[in-house]
Each structure stands twice: as C-alpha cells, then as structure tokens.
Nanobody, 127 residues
Framework: QVQLGESGGGLVQAGVSLRLSCAASGRTFSRYYMGWFRRAPGKEREFVAAISGSGGVTHYADSVKGRFTISRDNAKNTVYLQMNSLKPEDTAVYYC????????????????????WGQGTQVTVSS
C-alpha cells in the first residue's frame, strides 16, 4: 500500500524560506515520478513541481520557477520542495503525489497523472 506523508508547512512571513518533505512508503520509491501540487483557498488544485524517479528531470509551474526547487533522496524515500522568497500568493495546502506506473509521465503537470496523494501540509505566508 502506497502511503505519502507531507511535513514542513507553517506560518511564515513573506520573503522567507520553507522546505517541505514528503515521505513515501509501500513500493520502490526510485522508480516513480513525484509531484507537488497546491490548493489555495477558493481555488482549484494546481501543479507546482515534479521530478523523475532518478531526479534527473524536473518540471516547474511558471509561478514558482526560480524560487522553488524540487529534489529527492531515494535512499530516504523522500521528496523535498525547497521554497524560497515566499509570497502571500503561495499560501495553500501543499500535497505530494505519485503515479501508479513506473517510468516517465506523459503529463507530469496534470493531477490526472497521479493516483496516490498525501494528506497535505498547510503553508501560510503573511505579508
């Protein structure tokens, strides 16, 4: 059974950094893409970043490119989202997700590509 658990959220002021973690269990972590999504109050869930199983390929939403960095430690079965220069518009519940199948994901930016989701961690950025 695949399980994902996010941590690292909190209440911070604009301009600071946070690092989110997502610990995975239940299968061979390094074979699967991992993605981060977020849902802001009153908005649809949106793509943030994704990373291939090896960590060699990454994808970012335009809104976070240059500020956020996704990475993974396959030895620890953990994916990270380093968030720098946080803005109030980054306020959201952040979720990690992973697909059913191993290997490349055709549409890593689409939530439909992911079958397993964590419970989310709240990030609140005050101005």
């Amino acid at each position: 059974q695949v399980q994902l658990g996010e941590s690292g959220g909190g209440l911070v002021q604009a301009g600071v950094s946070l690092r989110l973690s997502c610990a995975a269990s239940g299968r061979t972590f390094s074979r699967y893409y991992m993605g981060w999504f977020r849902r802001a109050p009153g908005k649809e869930r949106e793509f943030v970043a994704a990373i291939s199983g090896s960590g060699g390929v990454t994808h970012y939403a335009d809104s976070v490119k240059g500020r956020f960095t996704i990475s993974r430690d396959n030895a620890k079965n953990t994916v990270y989202l380093q968030m720098n220069s946080l803005k109030p518009e980054d306020t959201a519940v952040y979720y990690c997700a992973t697909p059913v199948r191993i290997g490349p994901v055709v549409s890593p930016r689409s939530s439909n590509s992911y079958a397993y989701w964590g419970q989310g961690t709240q990030v609140t950025v005050s101005s």
